[in-house]
Each structure stands twice: as C-alpha cells, then as structure tokens.
C-alpha cells in the first residue's frame, strides 16, 4: 500500500482521481447532457449488439493484421529508424501520416458507400445512427483491416523514428474514439476560424451516422470540402448544439406546470 503512494502510483492516483471528479462533475452538473449530439439517441440494445461486434472484430483484425506486420518486419520490409530524432523530423512524418491516412480513408469510406460494398462490409457500421464510443470497434472485420492496413502500409513505404510511431498509434485509437463519442466538446468558434475548421468535430461524423450520404472524413473535412459532401447544414447544427446551456438543458428535463 505505500508504495501505491509513493512516486509515479501517487502522480498516477491523482491523475485517475482528477479525472473521475471531473467526470462526476460534468454528468451531475449537466455539463455532458448539454453536449449530447442526439440527446435520446443512445439505445442499451444497440450498445449491447455494438459490445458483442467489438469483441469479433478485435479478435480476427488484431490477428490479421499483427501477422502482417510481424511478416514485414521479420523481411526487413517495415523498419524503424531507431537513432535520435529532432523535433521537426518527427513533425514531417507524422503529418504525412496524418493527411494520407485522411485521404486513404475518405476515398474507401465513400466506396463503401456503394453497392455491394455497402451491404457486404460497411452495414454493419450503420446499424449505430447514434453513435457511441463502442461503435468505433463495432465494423465489419474486413473494414477494420482496411483501415488498418493502412499502418503497415505507410511504414513499408516510410521509415519513421520510434518517437513518430508513438504518435502514430495512440491518434488512430482517440480519433476513432473522439468522432463516435457522441458528444461535442470544441468550442463554439472552432468552425468560424481557418486554422481550426479543418480537423474534424464530433458533430461532423456523427452527422455521417444520422444522414449517411455527408461528411466522409476521418481526421479532416478537407475532402468532403473539395468534393461537395458536406452536409449542408453541418456547421448550423454544429453553432445549434453549442448555443446550448447547462440551464436550459436541465430545464427542460424539469416537469413542466399544469397549463
């Protein structure tokens, strides 16, 4: 027990603790209530379907693609640049990775948009109008390699330092996370800027699960810009969802007087 608080576990305990308040905080203020997305969307069934999905498609894609990559490195095919790295070098090649992998995904997101690819691979995402954290993981196994695939992909192509590959990782795992969350954290500024604008928001790929044919995007809408598959009403829901309040929200959970 003292060693858990002692050093980095103490650190560690406050960080967790921190945390947990916070998000005690914000569920019984109503701070995460007002930023739901689509307030009555989240369905327990749909949860426990997208729960089951996850599980499956873990299980085969993580195998798929961890003996693909163990296969490219054992031939010298995928290597990592293991000497030190300056900052800008790391910088370069994680914003290749970035605006690629953006591009990968908005051009075989879209495809699978189309018959048979839709109804053979890329169904089983929709089914979650509402989405949620788990649907991140709730795809089609093959889909899941797709996007992948990518990883192994640009590092048979690239070789990166070690620093950039502990970059590269933990974005595909928050991104997915983030845009499925279902709900809207940035500000309500953020597509009013041009330095903002173009990094995604929850609001943006939520709205590709409630509207299906818009905002194809993973981690920009710069595609969907260029290509006319924004939503068009994508930023005045965005500015809609962000004029509310904590007030007006509980509020309206209130009980309302007899007329």
């Known amino acids: 027990?003292?060693?858990?608080?002692?050093?980095?576990?103490?650190?560690?305990?406050?960080?967790?603790?921190?945390?947990?308040?916070?998000?005690?905080?914000?569920?019984?203020?109503?701070?995460?209530?007002?930023?739901?997305?689509?307030?009555?969307?989240?369905?327990?069934?749909?949860?426990?379907?997208?729960?089951?999905?996850?599980?499956?498609?873990?299980?085969?894609?993580?195998?798929?693609?961890?003996?693909l990559n163990g296969f490219l490195k054992r031939h010298g095919i995928i290597a990592f640049n293991h000497g030190p790295a300056a900052w800008w070098q790391v910088a370069i090649e994680y914003v290749a990775y970035f605006l690629l992998f953006d591009t990968w995904f908005y051009w075989l997101h879209r495809g699978m948009h189309r018959e048979p690819f839709y109804r053979l691979i890329h169904k089983l995402h929709h089914k979650s109008t509402a989405p949620n954290v788990l649907t991140t993981l709730s795809v089609n196994p093959l889909e899941s390699f797709i996007n992948g695939g990518f990883v192994p992909l640009f590092l048979?192509?690239?070789?990166?330092?070690?620093?950039?590959?502990?970059?590269?990782?933990?974005?595909?795992?928050l991104m997915g996370l983030y845009v499925h969350s279902g709900y809207e954290f940035l500000p309500r500024w953020w597509n009013k800027s041009w330095a903002t604008k173009w990094f995604i928001t929850t609001t943006f790929h939520d709205q590709h699960h409630k509207y299906?044919?818009?905002?194809?995007?993973?981690?920009?809408?710069?595609?969907?810009?260029?290509c006319g598959t924004v939503r068009k009403k994508y930023e005045a829901d965005f500015d809609k969802i962000k004029t509310r309040s904590v007030r007006s929200v509980a509020d309206a959970g209130e009980p309302q007087p007899a007329a």
Do not use: C
């Not at 299906?212 to 260029?226: A, R």
């Open 212 to 226: 299906f044919n818009w905002n194809f995007g993973g981690y920009t809408p710069v595609w969907d810009y260029l």
């Open 156 to 173: 048979s192509v690239f070789t990166v330092h070690d620093a950039t590959m502990a970059l590269i990782g933990p974005t595909n795992i």
């Open 1 to 67: 027990m003292r060693a858990l608080l002692t050093g980095d576990n103490l650190l560690n305990a406050w960080l967790i603790g921190f945390v947990a308040v916070g998000i005690i905080a914000g569920v019984v203020s109503g701070f995460f209530k007002a930023r739901k997305i689509q307030p009555s969307g989240f369905k327990w069934k749909q949860f426990r379907f997208e729960a089951i999905v996850a599980v499956i498609t873990i299980t085969i894609s993580g195998a798929l693609l961890g003996g």
